[in-house]
């Protein structure tokens, strides 16, 4: 896209959020380097040289950046708290034209090490090391012990949502255990386990007597279960990571509307709840969730960007349980969650 000398700041800006959006990232990158060259402290731009950046290093760098003008930018607070929980390389994707992919192999249970060969049944591609991790996706493709999925970083997740598109074609075409355990095995991965869950129950279904199955859906029915609503993908998905890592199972909502519905098919012990949200904001959730009998019980966490008496008032009065101030500390949400609803032993 042509630049002219003279051209400003806001314009230099749309270009390059306009080249990034079609896809030309380098030239999206070359615009935004050239606007902060112009403008080192232009906080939006920092903010897409983060998110359009080729590494690690230049994404936390972008982030430091941007923190620097602005300490209290969630946007980057948040970003840099999702690297840290993810913490690792991503698998690299291979280049196309390698030929086709291999077969996925038949899936297995138990925990032993895979040998040489095998190939992974998320991204399907062969792991020639004697690893539980796929070289390829980072997944753990082996249903063992939960822990470890909480554990698991580096995961490549556009393969893993690509491997959960592929099983909900096939399961939409003919139910089979193989499916339900790729799908299982994609959301544990991605710290995802109460939508793990109900595929891990219909694999077991279709395929019953398998201890090492049964075990597995007993472990994670005995966890907690935690409704995080938050239309913040990012927060959705530290709080997902976090308390997943701690033993809690959390299923997640990105609004009010979508909160609701959640309880109509299953009841939390715990809700975290933000409070500005489009369609419905927390407060009016809260007080369905009060006015509702089979969920007037539940601890409500509201989860706010303000720190003001005001709205601590306002959601005691929604009949809330507690608040947290975002960008909250995980350190902060656990002592919270565990104040109310202490791990199952």
């Not at 715990?270 to 539940?298: F, S």
């Amino acid at each position: 896209m042509p630049q002219t000398a003279g051209a400003n700041a806001r314009v230099l800006l749309a270009e390059a959020v306009t080249a990034a959006k079609l896809g030309q990232k380098p030239l999206a990158r070359r615009l935004l380097r050239e606007l902060v060259d112009r403008e080192p402290r232009n906080e939006n731009a920092w903010l897409w040289l983060a998110a359009l950046s080729e590494g690690h290093d230049e994404a936390f760098a972008a982030l430091h950046k941007v923190l620097d003008i602005n300490p209290n930018n969630q946007q980057a607070l948040n970003a840099l708290a999702l690297a840290r929980l993810s913490d690792g390389a991503r698998g690299p994707r291979p280049a196309s034209g390698q030929g086709p992919r291999p077969a996925a192999q038949p899936m297995t249970l138990g925990a032993a090490a895979p040998v040489a060969g095998v190939v992974c049944p998320l991204c399907e591609a062969h792991t020639p090391e004697r690893s539980p991790r796929c070289i390829r996706c980072g997944a753990l493709y082996r249903l063992g012990q939960v822990e470890e999925f909480a554990q698991n970083r580096g995961v490549n997740e556009d393969l893993l949502f690509e491997a959960i598109q592929r099983a909900q074609t096939e399961l939409g075409r003919h139910e089979t255990p193989d499916a339900h355990i790729r799908l299982a095995l994609a959301y544990l991965n991605l710290n995802r386990s109460a939508e793990a869950l109900p595929h891990l129950k219909g694999a077991s279904h279709l395929k019953p007597a398998q201890p090492d199955l049964e075990r597995l859906i007993h472990l994670l029915m005995n966890r907690r279960l935690i409704l995080a609503v938050d239309d913040s993908l990012t927060v959705r998905k530290i709080v997902s990571i976090s308390l997943e890592r701690l033993g809690y199972r959390v299923l997640t909502a990105a609004d009010g509307m979508q909160a609701l519905a959640r309880l109509n098919e299953e009841t939390p012990d715990l809700i975290l709840l933000d409070i500005t949200m489009p369609r419905m904001d927390g407060y009016q959730v809260c007080k369905v969730i009060k006015q509702n009998p089979y969920t007037k019980n539940i601890p409500v966490v509201m989860l706010s960007g303000k720190d003001g008496f005001f709205d601590k008032v306002k959601g005691k009065l929604a009949g809330a349980t507690d608040y947290i101030t975002k960008p909250f500390r995980e350190i902060t949400l656990t002592r919270a969650i565990e104040r109310y609803l202490p791990v199952k032993g």
